[in-house]
DNA sequence: AATTGGTTCTGAACCGTTACGGTCACTTCA
DNA sequence: TGAAGTGACCGTAACGGTTCAGAACCAATT
């Protein structure tokens, strides 16, 4: 029975045709996907894992073009790829436990999702995604730290001293305002993190008193947000020169905000990003691109690749920075050095 | 033991307790998914089937608003969502017969694509998008043609009689040129087809003589496809003044082409398309909005509904016609109207 | 003391498939 | 002619959970 469908080999094309008739005949819809899965311990398929609602996944173009890669890597594999929902507001791991899968990627989640959790505990390959390296399963990434680092250096180096930040969220709770040094520190999300770390210590170095620097966080990731997050640290401080922000999305609405109060970017402002997204590129965003196709497809082909001799294993994707038109020397500054001393 | 993890009021918390304790000890990863799904008969997942590569619905602007809406009923209903590999370029359907899925959506496939059948053929309850109503299965479209019908009466209002087209794949094999009258008939794309049929309808109706309109056709989907088709349409009758594009990215490529000839969109060249993406919406494209988000939405409704009493069911969601800054009155036409008799 | 009622706990059947070993007929070779 | 070898076919045992009938137990009532 089994073998007239999927080894024809095994039995002469007399009877198997014969098996095929009968089974169509009493109404057989062919073999059953799940007790076969059961069988053979293969699902034919890899779930992902994000934090978000399911449907946010389609809404940020770098989740997107992280899908994208992932779903290319799935398709060179003939595997499906299930996205889990899991929601943020309930604790709810049950939908972890009942998909019926070969692997997990998990995408961007807070260190402490109970979700992730709940991956982990399953006995099945995961990769990890923008995550701290966590030792027993594989990763992918970038160097968030060191590509703010560069970025900050960047404006740095072009004379900006006073600058005001706007970031991501940090943790599973809401935080639309200022954050402290301590959540900075402590941010559950390990992007934002090293991110914000990767600043501290550039402008640190430069001598700028970090804790002085105002930092605003949005809950949620949207050109909203960004307008509005730039408005609160450009009313705690006016006196900034440029706004850097943890994402060109958030970017994009510094933008608006900038626009609004009829600030010249960059002249009177300079504005920078992160992700290196399609719009940011069409804005002249100043940012840091990230290969996120590609950061999904290494996620989907270690989690594929059967061979394992060497996990755990880490993958560091590379950043480039992009110095577009939103980025220049303050106003002071420049003029400083054109008539200084 | 599984009363401990699913039904815990079943029996004292000392015992559960004790079940657990000694289930962590032994190293049980807790109640195994697909074993569950086989027994309850349910995967707590539904599948998409998509004609195209996996990937491509993560770079169609319209697919992608498809999917969001589809992943908010997900959600609603806590299951996941099972992307389908299904190659066009292989038969294999494989992919759709090892899904452990509760239900299909089939989202624009062409009506002969073995995928489909196989679909079909599994004895689970099935929903399709920008299908012809097949009779068996739900479905959720919209009135393609008659969208067209009123876009070529719009263009026609302006005085459009000289026009070219620019469509989508018409069928599995690649054409990209010209479309004989044969094929644009026999087409298998059900929403193409139709949004061909409404054009024709429209024009002969005014007269034209819609076996002399040259219609384009393009196997890619994307900006590059629009660019050589609305050439190819250009160079066969540079007289046209207006050029119908049966999608918004085609009509974006169109109007890179129209740009790069000289070509002032509307006053040399009406361009039309067709979706309503966000992307048309910044150019100021004359298109037909549909609710991509809104069918992805229902698709997942209509599926994952348990109450079927009266199965199967059509849903026509309701399109729009946005006039934007790229249709006008033609040139000749609009002197000859302004100085006439 | 025996019956009843109720609760907690145990065991076995079943979901539909695949893997595997065994049977059987038939060919080949000494 | 008989032994060994080959290939086609078939029966059965898991895979790991859920479910449900009934055993076992305890307390309350007759």
Redesign the pocket.
Known sequence: ???A???P????P???RR?LDTARRLG?????P???S????KAGAVGLLLTENLSYAFRDPAAIGFLEGLALACEDAGTGLLLVPANPEREDVASVHRAGVDGFVVYSVPDDDPHLAAVLERPVPTVVCDQPDMGTVDRVGIDDRGAMYSLAQHLIGLGHRRVGVVCMRLARDRNDGFVTAERQHAAHFHVQRNRLSGLAEAFSEAGVDWSRIPVVERFDHNIASGESAAAQVLDADPQITALICCSDILALGAMNEAARRGLRVPHDLTITGFDGIREAEAAGLTTVRQPVLEKGRAAGKLLLDTNERTRPRSVNLSTELIVGKTSAAPRGASEERWFGP
């Open positions: 029975m089994s073998n469908y999927n080894r080999d095994q039995l002469s007399e009877l198997r098996v057989y819809p062919g073999p059953d799940v007790a076969r059961l069988r053979t311990r």
